[in-house]
């Protein structure tokens, strides 16, 4: 049977991922102590001792504004690591998949960032991003990077939860209008990244298929919307009454350590002309999720 190997499996992506990749193979999930990323020789000894015909790697530092005071955890778990596990990927002839973030951009572009379009990152996380996605090319294995944004689920920490708290316990609320993007919901991000894999190794699919196939792609939601109008919708569909009153504030009045792009939002034209696979809607996303919500 095929072997899966899954970091960060307590995250809410790879929560997701052990579910959405189990009929692929045999899914190896490991959460953060099992497998410590800032550890290179810990990640080269478990990847030989699994042997494992797809690394999928959806593990990460995320905490943006605390990376601009922890540059060196940042860097080894966003940086170092990933490169790691793709040359160990080389090594045994597995095939990786890597989750990476719209912060490798600026936000300047006026549209969609495509792939290939440079990359500038403002912050130590987003630096520390795109350092993986270099370490990755480099060592030259099969790979997917996944670049997403805006991730959240009900799970883990993530805006969507955070607004349904801060709803039941404040009648005001100041949220960032100036900044755009697309909420993408973890059990979409997953569902779509097993499909990509499935095609991949579908009956008939070859290593030079893979290897032709092999490179950078957008995978978020589609549409976009600032953080104001994110929060706008998760209140409403929630049925909080009384709703907060949600007062939309530009960036500079709520200063953070990290600078975050202006412009979030990224073309998955590229995936859907090479899978044929899209995320779906943002807003239907987001109803679906909360609808599991409001069931529980």
Not at 38 to 57: F, G, L, S
Not at 151 to 165: A, D, E
Not at 200 to 212: D, F, I, K, V
Not at 258 to 287: E, H, I, M
Request: proline share 5%; net charge neutral.
């Amino acid at each position: 049977m095929r072997r899966i190997l899954l970091t960060g499996k307590g995250g809410q992506v790879g929560w997701e991922l052990q579910r959405s990749l189990a009929p692929l193979g045999r899914v190896v999930a490991l959460d953060s102590q099992a497998l410590n990323l800032a550890d290179a020789d810990a990640i080269r000894r478990t990847v030989r001792e699994i042997a494992p015909h797809i690394i999928v790697n959806p593990a990460a530092y995320t905490a943006v504004d605390k990376a601009e005071s922890e540059p060196e955890l940042a860097y080894a778990v966003n940086g170092t690591a990933p490169g790691v596990l793709a040359e160990e990927a080389k090594r045994c002839g597995a095939f990786l998949v890597h989750f990476s973030t719209d912060y490798v951009f600026d936000g300047s572009k006026a549209g969609a960032y495509q792939e290939g379009d440079a990359t500038n990152p403002l912050s130590v996380y987003g630096k520390s991003k795109l350092a993986g996605e270099q370490a990755i090319r480099a060592a030259a294995a099969a790979h997917l990077i996944l670049r997403t944004s805006w991730v959240y689920g009900m799970r883990g920490r993530n805006f969507l939860l955070t607004m349904l708290r801060l709803a039941r316990e404040r009648s005001e609320m100041n949220i960032v209008a100036d900044q755009i993007g697309a909420p993408t919901w973890c059990r979409s991000l997953a569902e779509v990244t097993a499909l990509m894999l499935a095609q991949l190794y579908a009956p008939g699919s070859s290593e030079a298929n893979r290897q032709h196939l092999s490179g950078t792609y957008h995978l978020t939601s589609s549409g976009s919307v600032s953080w104001h109008g994110f929060a706008t919708e998760i209140i409403r569909l929630a049925g909080i009454a009384p709703a907060p009153h949600l007062q939309a504030i530009p960036s500079s009045d709520y200063p953070t350590p990290a600078v975050r792009p202006k412009n979030s939002v990224l073309s998955n034209d590229k995936l859907y002309q090479a899978f044929g696979l899209q995320a779906g809607d943002w807003l239907d996303n987001l109803q679906l999720c909360m609808q599991e919500q409001n069931k529980g």
